[in-house]
């Protein structure tokens, strides 16, 4: 697998403008909650700036730091300027994406266009904005497992966390002591054993296993705390 660059990891170890903003001006929400990644971005704009901008997102570690650097990049722009904001300008910005995780910065340009056409919307003025024409977003994927699009909603995963680690049981464990019920856990990891290994441990910690994604090689697991 290709490797994330340093700014990348920088970015969804520690991401930036996580939240809400009440009374926002603009928001939008993009993304296919099949496959994980849901993207949800708010604008306050003053005087024809955005001054301040902030997301909830549930995906992998190259959505969460697509959005959190399309916030960093888009604060402090006029609305003109954030409209000239591409997926391209967001992956260069991070310092490269491998290209399987490229439809992560396409969905950071879509979730600010969507947040600016809200924004417009919101002022009664014809919204210039256009959507890209192609996402890449449906990419191939292999389903294992129980998960299913009726079993994981927009409104659930934009609430949850996301996990990506080397030791997957053990620090899914870890990481599981500190959510609430009802929490789901994004676990990333490319360890085979993790198709029959998670499903064990959640049956033995009265855990939930919603399912498993594979993609290009890489296991994507959704547990539930109970």
């Known amino acids: 697998?290709?490797?994330?660059?340093?700014?990348?990891?920088e970015h969804f170890a520690q991401p930036h403008n996580v939240g809400e903003?009440?009374?926002?001006?603009?928001?939008?929400?993009?993304?296919?909650?099949?496959?994980?990644?849901?993207?949800?971005?708010?604008?306050k704009v003053d005087n024809n700036i955005i001054t301040d901008a902030k997301f909830k997102t549930f995906g992998c570690g190259a959505a969460i730091a697509t959005s959190s650097m399309v916030t960093?990049?888009?604060?402090g722009k006029t609305i003109d300027?954030?409209?000239k904001i591409s997926n391209a300008a967001v992956a260069e910005a991070l310092g490269?994406?491998?290209?399987v995780k490229?439809?992560?910065?396409v969905l950071a340009e879509e979730a600010l266009k969507s947040a600016l056409d809200d924004y417009y919307k919101k002022k009664g003025i014809a919204s210039p904005v256009k959507m890209p024409a192609e996402t890449?977003?449906?990419?191939?994927?292999e389903k294992v497992g129980a998960m299913?699009?009726?079993?994981?909603?927009?409104?659930?995963?934009?609430?949850?966390?996301?996990?990506?680690?080397?030791?997957?049981i053990f620090k899914t464990a870890n990481k599981v002591k500190e959510m609430q019920s009802g929490q789901v856990l994004e676990v990333q990891s490319d360890d085979d054993g993790i198709e029959k290994d998670m499903p064990a441990w959640c049956k033995r910690t009265g855990n939930e296993f919603l399912g498993l994604v594979k993609e290009e090689g890489e296991y994507r697991v959704f547990v539930r705390k109970l």
């Open 72 to 75: 960093d990049l888009v604060k």
């Open 148 to 168: 299913d699009a009726k079993d994981i909603t927009p409104d659930e995963v934009l609430d949850c966390v996301g996990l990506a680690c080397p030791m997957p």
């Open 102 to 105: 490229m439809h992560c910065s």
């Open 96 to 99: 490269g994406l491998p290209k």
């Open 136 to 141: 890449g977003h449906e990419h191939e994927m």
């Open 21 to 43: 903003i009440e009374n926002a001006d603009g928001v939008g929400t993009v993304g296919n909650p099949v496959c994980g990644d849901v993207m949800r971005l708010y604008l």
């Open 1 to 9: 697998m290709e490797q994330y660059s340093s700014k990348v990891m």
């Open 81 to 83: 300027e954030a409209l």
